[in-house]
């Protein structure tokens, strides 16, 4: 009983780490399209800049779609066959947790209601804790550039860095994961 007691924290710890560090994706298209035909693309500035994030971030994710767009054979150009846009949301998630069965709620770590050393409840171990993190979704938009119409739309969701250094890393993860359904897998 001790030794799941010591790990107990440890597992919860890990299941939370490794819960934050996945990407849920789904992508939707047009069974119409043929998407072997588009082979250029360049950024629809206007549904981009309609993006509510900052410049900094638009820049960070504008770099990790092209670069994936390149390494998929595609060329940027003046005259596209697709538009790029994209969009966010985001929004807080609030964790609050009861810390009432760790060390020192029964008084493994005070003093009990008896006077002695045992069963009750230990000070300062039965204060809630809460954890605040940010939930993001960035949605990918290709636009058939002649007809104006939406062909593929990508969507990633996850959980955000507020790290600076790790922000690039996670916003190339995000645009990687959400790239990863395109073209799509046809039926035949």
Avoid: H
């Amino acid at each position: 009983m001790k030794n799941l007691l010591k790990t107990l924290p440890i597992l919860v710890l890990l299941m939370v780490i490794t819960s934050c560090s996945s990407i849920r994706t789904a992508a939707d298209y047009d069974k119409n399209a043929t998407f072997n035909d588009y082979k250029t693309f360049a950024f629809f500035k206007t549904g981009i800049d309609k993006a509510e994030i900052s410049d900094l971030d638009k820049r960070r994710i504008l770099r990790a779609i092209e670069a994936e767009l390149l390494s998929k054979g595609f060329t940027k150009s003046e005259n596209p066959d697709l538009l790029v846009s994209l969009f966010t949301k985001s929004q807080q998630r609030v964790d609050v947790y009861n810390n009432a069965w760790g060390y020192g709620a029964w008084g493994w770590g005070g003093w009990g209601p008896w006077g002695g050393f045992g069963p009750g409840w230990g000070w300062g171990w039965n204060q809630p804790t809460t954890s605040v993190s940010t939930e993001g979704t960035l949605y990918i938009d290709l636009i058939d550039a002649d007809k104006k119409e939406l062909i593929w739309q990508g969507m990633g969701t996850g959980y955000l860095s507020r790290n600076m250094e790790k922000k690039e890393e996670r916003i190339k993860e995000f645009v990687s994961e959400i790239m990863q359904k395109y073209p799509p897998q046809m039926q035949k």
